[in-house]
């Protein structure tokens, strides 16, 4: 106590900014004042609100709204919307609201960890290759050439007779076919990075290579990483939701939108709209709006648009 | 020239490889073991068929042997034999190459065919009403799953209009020639998936052109406008588009995959998703790995005419 009151009469020590050794205006990091740029796109703004919206639709959803998506009805197969049930019923009766908004969390799953996955194996195979280049970086840029000649499409089809269907594998094999795009980007700048002087000073001081990469390079290539993860986002959700309408990725009862989707236009042809367009719908919304958002971030990180 | 094409098929020859140890890899990641796989999922307990593949293929040596045996049996065209369906992989796979290969080539070309003059008419009207909805009906277009496109245009074409008609199926190379009116839709959702991204491309690399110095020139010498975007402009934006044709290969293969779905095409693609559908790694395997070896064949093609059509690659 005696402390305190003793440290109150002294008063206040006269702080960095009043004694002129720090600029006024404090300064902003590289995400507020990319923020700024990304906010005055009113699209990209948008685009959040809905995947804002959808993620809470699949993942709050279900917590409100208890429709039956378990027990089989046949007294109520292929209902048109109703109070009852919003979004009418599939072929066994089953509330089709409650099975999109399973669906869309499945898909949100099954994209963000695959997407996030791509994001750092790639970001990390790529600095790796940019900084140690030569005949090693030459080996692993033709690897990854290889995989890119790949259609995809087919390879997951591949991968996924072997590995099995459930959301943990489906996670594992997209994101592991879907890391390619990031590694070239991150790798060309790996290799504008490392001839920088502060790597140069970082590796006089005895900075091992691992703690340029972790330090230095992968820090700096942050922003490419993150506006391609957002795009690896979409790229997962939409290959997983095309696997799943041929009929091989995940089915019902734990089927993503693209599973819906393979039912609801087996139904289509009987007039059953609603199988068909709500999980389209929300399937092309979280496409578009991952994609609006990625060319969003790719200005905001754009050093040169910001305002200092 | 000659450097520059030794060069990139030396490229292509060692991706090739790669795909190879890629798909010689996968082949061994079937849990229930090589042989397994290539004898297909419902022959597995049949002792004969195992013995046979073990023998030929010497799955009993080293990996390295292994790999080579293997890859001596694919160069001379022998890709074992289906169990399943008692038919050697090859001759299945191939004959099934020649409907996909057209619905390929047909939708590239389309999709130049109507992207390159999007693109223009976008730049020469830039920021008009008529490049703002462009714009949107590319980005709805670039969004949209390609497997969206073909239902849709089958419900809207085929089953409320009736202006194509049902159960055609192709189920040959011949018939993709003789029906040409049901491979309107197929071709054309792989079109509406591809073009965003060409006509994208082409609006900006003619905006990037008209900024040249040899427009200035060209203008100041005299030269009409007609004849300066489409006798100057136009030919140099469009060059870098051999390239963009090459890279957008891999997408629109996995989008024939998905017409042949939806359209009962009997191509590689259905071949492929049926095999899955059994578990018939063999088949699975096959028809991966030579759509990729083709699209790395595609891929140089592209970059080889690129070379040809514009004169300062062949400088380098």
Same mark, same amino acid.
């Given at each position: 106590?005696?402390?305190?009151?003793?440290?109150?009469?002294?008063?206040?020590?006269?702080?960095?900014?009043?004694?002129?050794?720090?600029?006024?205006?404090?300064?902003?990091?590289?995400?507020?004042?990319?923020?700024?740029?990304?906010?005055?796109?009113?699209?990209?703004?948008a685009s959040l609100v809905v995947l804002v919206l959808i993620a809470g639709?699949?993942?709050?959803? #279900?917590?409100?709204?208890?429709?039956?998506?378990?027990?089989?009805?046949?007294?109520?197969?292929?209902?048109?919307?109703?109070?009852?049930?919003?979004?009418?019923?599939?072929?066994?009766?089953?509330?089709? +609201?409650?099975?999109?908004?399973?669906?869309?969390?499945?898909?949100l799953?099954?994209?963000?960890?695959?997407?996030?996955?791509?994001?750092?194996?790639?970001?990390?195979?790529?600095?790796?290759?940019?900084?140690?280049?030569?005949?090693?970086?030459?080996?692993?840029?033709?690897?990854?050439?290889?995989?890119?000649?790949? #259609?995809?499409?087919?390879?997951?089809?591949?991968?996924?007779?072997?590995?099995?269907?459930?959301? +943990?594998?489906?996670?594992?094999?997209?994101?592991?076919?879907?890391?390619?795009?990031?590694?070239?980007?991150?790798?060309?700048?790996? +290799?504008?990075?490392?001839?920088?002087?502060?790597?140069?000073?970082?590796?006089?001081?005895?900075?091992?290579?691992?703690?340029?990469?972790?330090?230095?390079?992968?820090?700096?290539?942050?922003?490419?990483?993150?506006?391609?993860?957002t795009?690896?986002i979409?790229?997962?959700?939409?290959?997983?939701?095309?696997?799943?309408?041929?009929?091989?990725?995940?089915?019902?009862?734990?089927?993503?939108?693209?599973?819906?989707?393979?039912?609801?236009?087996?139904?289509?042809?009987?007039?059953?709209?609603?199988?068909?367009?709500?999980?389209?719908?929300?399937?092309?919304l979280i496409?578009m709006s991952f994609?609006i958002l990625?060319?969003?971030?790719?200005?905001?990180?754009?050093?040169?648009?910001?305002?200092? | 020239?000659?450097?520059?094409?030794?060069?990139?098929?030396?490229?292509?020859?060692?991706?090739?490889?790669?795909?190879?140890?890629?798909?010689?890899?996968?082949?061994?990641?079937?849990?229930?073991?090589?042989?397994?796989?290539?004898?297909?999922?419902?022959?597995?307990?049949?002792?004969?068929?195992?013995?046979?593949?073990?023998?030929?293929?010497?799955?009993?040596?080293?990996?390295?042997?292994?790999?080579?045996?293997?890859?001596?049996?694919?160069?001379?065209?022998?890709?074992?034999?289906?169990?399943?369906?008692?038919?050697?992989?090859?001759?299945?796979?191939?004959?099934?190459?020649?409907?996909?290969?057209?619905?390929?080539?047909?939708?590239?070309?389309?999709?130049?065919?109507?992207?390159?003059?999007?693109?223009?008419?976008?730049?020469?009207?830039?920021?008009?009403?008529?490049?703002?909805?462009?714009?949107?009906?590319?980005?709805?277009?670039?969004?949209? #799953?390609?497997?969206?496109?073909?239902?849709? %245009?089958?419900?809207?074409?085929?089953?409320?209009?009736?202006?194509?008609?049902?159960?055609?199926?192709?189920?040959?190379?011949?018939?993709?020639?003789?029906?040409?009116?049901?491979?309107?839709?197929?071709?054309?959702?792989?079109?509406?998936?591809?073009?965003?991204?060409?006509?994208?491309?082409?609006?900006?690399?003619?905006?990037?052109?008209?900024?040249?110095?040899?427009?200035?020139?060209?203008?100041?010498?005299?030269?009409?406008?007609?004849?300066?975007?489409?006798?100057?402009?136009?030919?140099?934006?469009?060059?870098?588009?051999?390239?963009?044709?090459?890279?957008?290969?891999?997408?629109?293969?996995?989008?024939?995959?998905?017409?042949?779905?939806?359209?009962?095409?009997?191509?590689?693609?259905?071949?492929?998703?049926?095999?899955?559908?059994?578990?018939?790694?063999?088949?699975?395997?096959?028809?991966?790995?030579?759509?990729?070896?083709?699209?790395?064949?595609?891929? %140089?093609?592209?970059?080889?005419?690129?070379?040809?059509?514009?004169?300062?690659?062949?400088?380098?």
């Amino acid at each position: 106590m005696a402390i305190l009151s003793e440290e109150a009469a002294s008063g206040p020590e006269p702080t960095a900014l009043e004694l002129g050794l720090e600029s006024a205006e404090k300064p902003r990091s590289m995400f507020a004042r990319g923020w700024e740029v990304f906010a005055e796109n009113k699209l990209a703004l948008a685009s959040l609100v809905v995947l804002v919206l959808i993620a809470g639709f699949g993942y709050l959803g #279900p917590l409100f709204y208890h429709g039956d998506v378990t027990k089989v009805n046949l007294n109520a197969v292929t209902m048109g919307p109703s109070a009852l049930h919003p979004l009418g019923t599939d072929q066994y009766g089953l509330d089709f +609201l409650g099975q999109l908004m399973r669906g869309t969390a499945t898909s949100l799953n099954v994209g963000l960890a695959a997407g996030l996955i791509a994001a750092v194996v790639g970001a990390l195979y790529g600095a790796v290759s940019g900084y140690l280049g030569g005949w090693v970086d030459a080996l692993l840029m033709r690897i990854i050439d290889a995989f890119l000649s790949f #259609p995809l499409l087919f390879l997951l089809i591949y991968i996924n007779t072997v590995f099995g269907k459930s959301q +943990l594998t489906m996670i594992g094999e997209i994101g592991l076919i879907s890391w390619f795009p990031i590694t070239r980007l991150v790798r060309g700048e790996a +290799l504008a990075i490392k001839v920088r002087d502060y790597v140069a000073a970082a590796k006089m001081m005895g900075g091992k290579g691992s703690r340029i990469i972790y330090r230095h390079i992968l820090p700096n290539t942050i922003g490419t990483s993150i506006v391609n993860t957002t795009f690896s986002i979409a790229d997962a959700v939409f290959l997983l939701s095309s696997l799943s309408f041929i009929g091989l990725g995940l089915q019902a009862p734990q089927a993503d939108l693209g599973g819906l989707l393979n039912t609801g236009t087996q139904y289509a042809s009987q007039g059953f709209w609603w199988l068909v367009w709500p999980p389209a719908v929300v399937i092309v919304l979280i496409i578009m709006s991952f994609n609006i958002l990625g060319d969003a971030l790719r200005d905001a990180v754009e050093t040169r648009l910001q305002k200092r | 020239m000659t450097g520059y094409l030794i060069r990139r098929i030396l490229q292509a020859i060692i991706t090739v490889f790669i795909v190879t140890i890629v798909s010689f890899g996968l082949m061994h990641l079937v849990p229930t073991g090589v042989v397994h796989a290539l004898v297909g999922a419902r022959q597995a307990g049949n002792p004969q068929a195992i013995a046979a593949v073990t023998h030929e293929l010497g799955l009993d040596k080293p990996l390295v042997e292994q790999y080579w045996i293997w890859l001596t049996h694919i160069i001379h065209g022998d890709f074992g034999y289906d169990y399943t369906l008692n038919q050697s992989v090859g001759s299945l796979v191939t004959s099934r190459l020649g409907q996909s290969m057209y619905i390929v080539a047909l939708a590239l070309i389309v999709s130049v065919l109507i992207a390159v003059p999007m693109g223009l008419v976008q730049a020469i009207k830039r920021n008009t009403w008529i490049d703002h909805s462009f714009t949107v009906f590319s980005f709805v277009c670039y969004s949209v #799953p390609v497997f969206f496109f073909a239902w849709l %245009l089958q419900d809207i074409f085929m089953d409320n209009l009736g202006w194509i008609p049902q159960g055609n199926q192709i189920a040959s190379f011949h018939d993709a020639f003789t029906q040409p009116v049901q491979m309107i839709l197929p071709v054309f959702t792989i079109v509406l998936s591809q073009v965003a991204g060409f006509s994208r491309y082409m609006r900006s690399a003619i905006l990037d052109q008209i900024t040249q110095d040899y427009v200035r020139t060209a203008i100041a010498k005299g030269a009409s406008r007609s004849r300066v975007l489409y006798g100057h402009v136009l030919r140099n934006a469009m060059i870098p588009m051999v390239t963009l044709m090459g890279l957008a290969l891999p997408a629109i293969v996995a989008g024939a995959l998905i017409v042949e779905y939806v359209f009962n095409i009997q191509g590689i693609g259905l071949l492929t998703t049926q095999a899955a559908l059994q578990n018939d790694y063999g088949i699975t395997l096959t028809s991966t790995l030579l759509v990729s070896v083709l699209t790395v064949v595609g891929s %140089l093609l592209a970059d080889i005419s690129y070379a040809a059509l514009d004169p300062r690659v062949r400088l380098d």
